[in-house]
């Protein structure tokens, strides 16, 4: 999430007249000189309302989650958590994912996607920072888990607060930006990188955790200030006002059979499940794995995620415009080989080696570059937005049930050979391969 601006670049939607426009991108001169026309950036000056909020404020979530994220596991580690244990923390998350999806659609229609968003997001970031920060063993790691699971509900009304008021045509290079501002981090990293060089891992987490509540506490109250309720909405809010949230719940199962029927909902769920599950693997075994298996150092981790944000930042500025006439078919299926290679280089590293996991770090990073900006407009394009909130819980629940086994799966993995985790990434990513492939005429359909 990106939101480290002036306030003033900040307006609502009465200052935009209408936040459902994305406006087209006029010649800016600073200094004499224009700036450049690149895509990516005439989007960013010319989001107003809503996706202006948004994309603006997401560096304030992003920059603290890519500081703390590459060095969770080991913590958790250090704190004497075992692999396994490792993996129930993940699958507790997951389950606590599953759940709060279920309930996400309801709640951002009950109490509209504005208030949702701030409510859910301090239960499920501000708070988990807090036990994070104060961990003392397995358990703390659980409560936060379970906190942290309620995600799901707010990435669900945020995500309706980005899209509602957002142009179709524009909806890739909007999910762009805001990968690319998940990315801001590279500036902070080397921070990190000393302060565990210089300090034990636990002290140092402990304070990125600190600081990870204050600066996400503070995009919260940003976006809540700047935003506006979009139209569907302010138009759901009445419609559910005298409507119990039990008799809410009710009408999912029209909603579930609506996408089990459907095509392109069934393709937006296996694709996002898949890289779910091997976002989720890569996430909580790579730092144990290097540095537990290959016995590079801790403070190396916090040098991987710069290359890797470097590299997202120059394939997207660079190559994304470029890359926009093919569609979604061929880019995400070079993105999931581009996987696949980069988890084949990681498994024949030798111990000790240095270069080889900076050269899987390039493949991954080239890889996301492609996929997921592309997962997610795919996604937001297949589903109907009368009835955006209610579908996107039910993919979520989908999703998050098939990938919530697979965090313990995944620990026991690693507990007999931490190589284990990856192989599994792998075959789920060949598996993908299939499914892109034989969806290849519903992308076509919305290129």
């Known amino acids: 999430m990106l939101k480290l601006l002036p306030y003033g670049i900040l307006h609502t939607a009465k200052e935009s007249g209408n936040p459902a426009?994305?406006?087209?991108?006029?010649k800016i001169v600073r200094g004499g000189a224009m700036i450049n026309n690149h895509p990516l950036i005439k989007t960013l000056i010319a989001l107003r309302g809503n996706p202006r909020a948004c994309v603006y404020t997401e560096p304030l979530w992003g920059v603290p989650y890519n500081l703390f994220m590459p060095f969770a596991s080991v913590y958790m580690a250090a704190l004497l958590l075992t692999d396994s244990q490792i993996?129930?923390?993940?699958?507790?998350?997951?389950?606590?994912?599953?759940?709060?999806?279920?309930?996400?659609?309801?709640?951002?229609?009950?109490?509209?996607?504005?208030?949702t968003t701030l409510i859910f997001d301090i239960l499920s970031w501000s708070i988990p920072c807090l036990l994070w920060a104060l961990s003392q063993n397995f358990w703390w790691f659980i409560i936060a888990a379970s906190f942290n699971g309620m995600m799901e509900i707010s990435t669900n009304s945020w995500t309706c607060l980005l899209v509602e008021e957002s142009e179709e045509k524009e909806m890739v290079r909007i999910f762009t930006l805001v990968h690319l501002a998940l990315q801001l981090a590279v500036f902070f990293a080397p921070i990190a990188a000393i302060l565990v060089n210089q300090f034990f891992i636990v002290p140092v987490m402990r304070v990125l955790y600190l600081f990870s509540f204050l600066s996400m506490t503070?995009?919260?109250?940003?976006?809540?200030?700047?935003?506006?309720?979009?139209?569907?909405?302010?138009?759901?809010?009445?419609?559910?006002?005298?409507?119990?949230?039990?008799?809410i719940m009710t009408g999912y199962g029209q909603v579930f059979?609506?996408?089990?029927?459907?095509?392109?909902?069934?393709l937006a769920l296996v694709i996002t499940a898949t890289f779910g599950i091997t976002t989720m693997i890569m996430t909580n075994f790579f730092g144990l794995y290097i540095t537990g298996m290959l016995l590079i150092p801790n403070h190396f981790l916090a040098?991987?995620?710069?290359?890797?944000?470097?590299i997202i930042i120059l394939f997207m500025f660079v190559f994304m415009p470029r890359l926009s006439r093919f569609g979604f078919k061929r880019p995400i299926m070079a993105g999931i080989l581009l996987y696949i290679a980069s988890h084949a280089i990681l498994l024949v590293t030798p111990i000790g080696n240095l270069i080889m996991p900076f050269v899987y770090i390039v493949l991954e990073a080239c890889a996301?570059?492609?996929?997921m900006p592309r997962r997610d407009s795919l996604i937001a394009l297949l589903i109907d937005p009368d009835e955006r909130a209610r579908i996107s819980s039910i993919l979520n629940v989908l999703t998050l049930c098939c990938a919530a086994p697979f965090g313990y799966f995944a620990g026991r993995l690693s507990d007999m050979d931490r190589r284990l985790p990856f192989v599994l990434d792998i075959a789920?990513?060949?598996?993908?391969?299939?499914v892109v492939w034989s969806g290849r005429k519903l992308m076509k359909n919305k290129e």
């Open 218 to 247: 503070t995009k919260l109250i940003l976006l809540y200030k700047f935003c506006e309720e979009t139209d569907v909405g302010k138009t759901r809010k009445k419609e559910t006002a005298n409507i119990s949230m039990f008799k």
């Open 303 to 310: 040098y991987y995620p710069i290359l890797r944000s470097v």
């Open 257 to 266: 059979r609506r996408v089990l029927a459907s095509p392109g909902m069934m």
């Open 87 to 115: 993996g129930i923390v993940a699958s507790v998350s997951m389950f606590f994912r599953a759940v709060s999806a279920l309930l996400g659609g309801a709640v951002t229609d009950k109490l509209g996607r504005k208030k």
């Open 428 to 434: 789920l990513f060949a598996s993908s391969l299939v």
């Open 368 to 371: 996301f570059s492609l996929v």
């Open 21 to 26: 426009q994305i406006r087209p991108a006029t």
